[in-house]
């Protein structure tokens, strides 16, 4: 018989680290399956809740149901099993070079959160948990990562997080003494990993979402057992050399022991349709290295003026131009052209740069039609969950300024 599936508060302080012991019950199926919920947050609460069904039987012996992000307003749970989030787990661990110390930096009740907790189950260590109830601190981080253990140590952020941290050298030093640290949720901008890569910090980029237990594809590399592919025909196989195939770009598929069962109350759902494959909305392109490029999401894509322009080329250009730390391209609805194709940029602590410098730059890399008509400045990118760039708040912002 079906367990129910029940509401699991999560903390967003020290005392994550406490429910530990009550997730390895849960992966043994010892506790019921758990609905992660932000116990600080009665409006997150009610909104998960009244979606995902607390209280009613679990499906396809899943043990975690993950929210997504939730980028449309109505978030779908992923059913996560024991037996794909143990093989999260381990072969994380195996790409990273063997178990470690975790420090928990990310709200816990989204999927790279729950992941730093339940790495910590699996390696049999105890995670040094950052508060992040009032948002992330980076001079919090020296401390954190003084009290980790060896042999070794990882932690997990979003980009957002990475950026404040390289504006503190403390913090820089910190990040740089860990053994690797994972970086995902959101694209992480070119320069940004230059700088990382400069400071000696050991960065990872992940891809992946709360349908693949998280992070699955590491620096562009599926981790063991996952399965890639691009399009909705032709498998893309690692080779010998550890490399994957040339392909074209094409929408991106994902499958393999991480893969959830499903959505929760949604087992007709598209993006499952087909046994042992999730359809994401992302496309992709299998560089000459032989490693998987996100180049956008399907729906972010900007029709202007009768051409298409992919807001997340756009974005690394700009950011590429000197001072400009974080950016977001949008695309404002215009009667003439469909829509214009904006920027909403975070310029470096006292920089100074010219919406003219933004424009020539991108004229000049990807032709005048990928060019931001309109430019605004922001102190800090809107998100949402555990960090990704919310563009419709973004979009919002651009409207509102240039009025």
């Given amino acids: 018989m079906a367990s129910d599936l029940e509401v699991l508060r999560i903390p967003a302080g020290p005392e994550a680290a406490a429910l530990l012991p009550h997730l390895a019950r849960v992966l043994d199926g010892q506790a019921p399956p758990a609905l992660p919920v932000p116990a600080d947050d009665p409006r997150e609460i009610e909104r998960l809740t009244g979606t995902l069904a607390p209280g009613t039987p679990i499906e396809h012996d899943a043990v975690l149901v993950l929210a997504t992000s939730g980028s449309t307003g109505v978030p779908k749970g992923a059913l996560l099993t024991a ?11 195996s790409r990273l070079g063997g178990v470690g110390t975790w420090l928990l930096a990310l709200p816990a009740h989204h999927v790279a959160g729950m992941q730093v907790l339940l790495r910590s189950v699996a390696a049999g260590t105890e995670p040094v948990v950052l508060d992040v109830r009032d948002g992330f601190d980076p001079t919090a981080l020296p401390a954190a990562v003084a009290a ?43 320069p940004l990993l230059a700088r990382a890569t400069a400071a000696a910090i050991p960065v990872v980029r992940t891809y992946g979402m709360s349908e ?13 057992g996952v399965r890639l592919r691009l399009g909705d025909e032709g498998r893309l196989r690692l080779g010998d050399d550890g490399r994957l195939r040339l392909g074209d770009d094409g929408r991106v598929s994902l499958g393999g022991p991480t893969l959830a069962a499903g959505y929760r109350g949604m087992p007709d759902h598209p993006a499952f349709a087909e046994p042992g494959w999730f359809r994401t909305d992302d496309v992709g392109r299998i560089g000459e290295d032989g490693r998987l490029r996100i180049l956008g999401r399907v729906d972010d894509a900007i029709s202007t003026a009768g051409l298409t322009v992919v807001p997340r080329v756009v974005e690394d250009v700009v950011t590429a131009v000197p001072g400009v730390a974080e950016c977001v391209v949008v695309g404002v609805p215009d009667e003439r052209l469909g829509a214009r194709v904006a920027a909403l940029v975070v310029l470096d602590a006292g920089a100074t740069v010219t919406d003219d410098a933004i424009r020539e730059h991108v004229a000049s890399e990807l032709g005048r039609e990928a060019v931001p008509r309109v430019v605004v400045r922001t102190a800090a990118l809107p998100v949402r969950g555990p960090g990704k760039v919310d563009r419709a708040a973004a979009l919002r912002r651009v409207i509102d300024e240039a009025r």
């Fill in 83 to 93: 037996a794909a989030l143990r093989a999260s787990a381990a072969a994380t661990h």
């Fill in 212 to 224: 693949t237990c998280g992070g699955c594809v590491y620096d562009g590399v599926p981790l063991d």
């Fill in 148 to 190: 980790m253990s060896g042999p070794r140590r990882y932690t997990s952020l979003v980009p957002t997080q990475l950026v404040k941290a390289l504006a503190d050298p403390d913090a820089t030093a910190a990040l740089a003494s860990l053994d690797a640290v994972l970086l995902g949720g959101a694209a992480t901008p070119a």
